[in-house]
């Protein structure tokens, strides 16, 4: 077993790691926003914002910031959060920029292209900028954009925020007919084990 260094409980560094990711995503989308950079808010963030509207208690605590762009817009967004203090990485096939050059992957903004597949083996594209709307001076993915991309990624944390959104009743049987019928099928694993 690896060993790790496990320091005392502290209410402190837990709230600390959240605001660090609300400062982030706030700075990348104030930078954005005010270059007239086009953007939207997706991920676990998205993910968190749409299951508030309904229950806060609900809302699960996500590390990174996934950022919806144009690839076009690559050039631009470098020297805007740039100018806002990140520096950028590509690593691992993924755009990235870090609060510093010796920031984790995992607390960075992750841009995702519009209109590409995030992976290969995706079913469809990520969705574009026009499928998302403003919502507390952010521009989130719309629930119906977010859930298709989280039925493509599939990942563990997809499945639980896809889990997430259906104990509140963002999700039910009824978007069995709104997903493409390639991903209908993980939804429908979703919805009849919630539990797993």
Same mark, same amino acid.
């Given at each position: 077993?690896?060993?790790?260094?496990?320091?005392?409980?502290?209410?402190?560094?837990?709230?600390?790691?959240?605001?660090?990711?609300?400062?982030?995503?706030?700075?990348?989308?104030? *930078?954005? @926003?005010?270059?007239? #950079?086009?953007?939207?808010?997706? =991920?676990?963030?998205?993910? &968190?914002?749409? !299951? /508030?509207?309904?229950?806060?208690?609900?809302?699960?605590?996500?590390?990174?910031?996934?950022?919806?762009?144009?690839?076009?817009?690559?050039?631009?967004?470098?020297?805007?959060?740039?100018?806002?203090?990140?520096?950028?990485?590509?690593?691992?096939?993924?755009?990235?920029?870090?609060?510093?050059?010796? *920031?984790? @992957?995992?607390?960075? #903004?992750?841009?995702?292209?519009? =209109?590409?597949?995030?992976? &290969?083996?995706? !079913? /469809?594209?990520?969705?574009?900028?026009?499928?998302?709307?403003?919502?507390?001076?952010?521009?989130?993915?719309?629930?119906?954009?977010?859930?298709?991309?989280?039925?493509?990624?599939?990942?563990?944390?997809?499945?639980?925020?896809?889990?997430?959104?259906?104990?509140?009743?963002?999700?039910?049987?009824?978007?069995?007919?709104?997903?493409?019928?390639?991903?209908?099928?993980?939804?429908?694993?979703?919805?009849?084990?919630?539990?797993?």
């Amino acid at each position: 077993m690896a060993q790790v260094e496990i320091k005392p409980f502290s209410w402190h560094r837990m709230s600390e790691a959240i605001d660090a990711v609300r400062r982030r995503l706030n700075r990348a989308a104030e *930078a954005l @926003a005010e270059a007239e #950079v086009r953007y939207a808010v997706a =991920g676990g963030n998205a993910v &968190a914002a749409w !299951v /508030t509207k309904v229950d806060r208690a609900a809302v699960r605590f996500t590390q990174d910031v996934d950022l919806l762009v144009q690839r076009g817009d690559l050039n631009r967004i470098r020297l805007v959060l740039g100018e806002a203090g990140f520096v950028y990485r590509h690593a691992r096939g993924l755009d990235m920029f870090l609060e510093g050059p010796q *920031a984790k @992957a995992r607390d960075a #903004v992750h841009l995702i292209y519009t =209109g590409e597949k995030v992976q &290969a083996d995706h !079913v /469809t594209a990520a969705p574009l900028l026009d499928q998302s709307q403003a919502d507390g001076g952010l521009q989130i993915v719309s629930l119906e954009a977010l859930v298709e991309m989280k039925l493509n990624s599939y990942r563990r944390k997809d499945q639980v925020h896809l889990l997430d959104m259906i104990d509140v009743g963002l999700i039910d049987t009824s978007w069995l007919g709104r997903v493409p019928a390639e991903l209908s099928g993980r939804l429908l694993t979703l919805l009849n084990d919630p539990d797993g």
